[in-house]
């Protein structure tokens, strides 16, 4: 756990009210009795979770039953501990139902969705002037930040690179329909007082974006102390240094929990369908007039969206976005689709041996 963090068994100011907790969460709580205690995971690191409960901290293990299941509790998740005093061990039994939750398909075979944090009220999603400031870029944090339920906000970084600090936004605008953003420096502190307003104290707000756009130095301005590590830039390349390597959740000083995440390599879209309807508005809503209902945008007669581009109402990049954020979310379906069917294939072949084998002990 960081420094920062209130270590294993080390005394903390907070109650659980402070780090989130809810009448929701008691009411989940209130089936258990006796030897458990609620809390809230600030870190994961493989195979153990540090958790803030009530006025300190522990670090546990999960339950052989969570294991087998295969629920990890995520950053921000709020879970019971069964606490053992007399043996100096907890271990964690259960997740508490979660508020939000932040998944990013994956990207690789496989495709399930990986959870980032859960129980999460704002994301910030964190970009910088300069090669990382692209609208196609951020439709894409946009749409797994609304398909989690949290609320998106745009922080462009890095303020102080820029020719023109003032245009920063207008250079997003096609990708941001109506999401505040907010261009800041975390580094010389300017604009930062105008994220004030979404960080009131016991909501969570998660950190998202690329590696090298200055989330953790974001949260060293925050916390008013270096309590990340964070990289010269000139170590840095295109595809960041990746310096941030846990999610790490920290309380601000005014009262918020934040969360700061490693860098997002790629952001695959899997768990984002119902996040691409919010990402384009403007898109859903013309789409109203298309003649036919399942209208796809492409060559289909009478598209409202495509006559929005031919009058330059639409920009057509906005709507080539759509048209990739559908086909890969598409694409994943059918990919979790064959993976279901090859495990069929899988479990009959399994069957078809153990019938043999039955077949044969049966001609003995
Ligand atoms: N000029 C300038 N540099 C900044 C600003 N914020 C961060 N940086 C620099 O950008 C580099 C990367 O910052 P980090 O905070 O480590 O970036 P990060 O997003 O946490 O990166 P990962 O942990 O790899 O995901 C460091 O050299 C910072 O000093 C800023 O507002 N202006
Ligand atoms: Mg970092």
């Not at 493989?46 to 339950?63: E, H, N, P, Y």
């Not at 990890?72 to 907890?90: C, I, K, R, Y």
Request: some cysteine; aromatic content about 6%; hydrophobic content about 40%.
């Amino acid at each position: 756990m960081n420094q920062s963090t209130p270590r294993c068994g080390e005394k903390h100011p907070y109650t659980l009210e402070d780090l989130g907790w809810t009448d929701e969460h008691e009411k989940a709580f209130s089936k258990y009795a006796g030897p458990y205690l609620p809390g809230r995971v600030a870190c994961r690191q493989k195979t153990v979770w540090d958790i803030l409960v009530d006025g300190g901290s522990v670090t546990a293990g999960i339950s052989g039953a969570l294991r087998k299941l295969g629920r990890f509790p995520a950053v921000g998740d709020f879970v019971v501990l069964l606490h053992q005093p007399e043996a100096g061990t907890s271990m964690i039994v259960d997740i508490l139902p979660q508020k939000t939750r932040f998944a990013r398909g994956s990207t690789g075979r496989g495709g399930s969705d990986q959870v980032i944090a859960a129980n999460i009220d704002t994301v910030f999603i964190v970009t910088a002037a300069g090669h990382d400031l692209n609208a196609r870029r951020i439709e894409r944090f946009l749409a797994i930040a609304h398909a989690s339920g949290a609320c998106p906000v745009i922080v462009i970084n890095k303020s102080d690179l820029a020719d023109d600090p003032a245009t920063l936004a207008d250079e997003i605008a096609s990708a941001s329909s109506g999401i505040p953003v907010i261009p800041i420096s975390a580094v010389s502190g300017e604009g930062v007082d105008r994220l004030d307003p979404y960080l009131p104290p016991r909501t969570t707000i998660a950190l998202i974006g690329s590696s090298g756009v200055g989330k953790s130095t974001l949260i060293n301005r925050l916390m008013g102390r270096p309590v990340q590590e964070t990289s010269h830039t000139r170590d840095y390349d295109d595809k960041g240094r990746h310096t941030t390597t846990v999610r790490q959740l920290f309380v601000l000083d005014g009262g918020a929990l934040m969360i700061d995440n490693p860098g997002l390599r790629e952001v695959g879209i899997g768990a984002a369908s119902a996040g691409i309807a919010d990402t384009f508005p403007e898109i859903l809503e013309l789409a109203e007039g298309c003649r036919f209902s399942d209208c796809r945008h492409e060559e289909e007669p009478g598209c409202a969206v495509r006559a929005a581009v031919a009058d330059g109402t639409l920009p057509a990049a906005r709507l080539g976005s759509f048209h990739r954020l559908v086909q890969e979310l598409a694409f994943e379906r059918d990919k979790a689709e064959i993976g279901l069917v090859r495990l069929e294939k899988k479990r009959w072949k399994a069957i078809g041996k153990i019938q043999r084998d039955i077949g044969k002990t049966k001609g003995r």
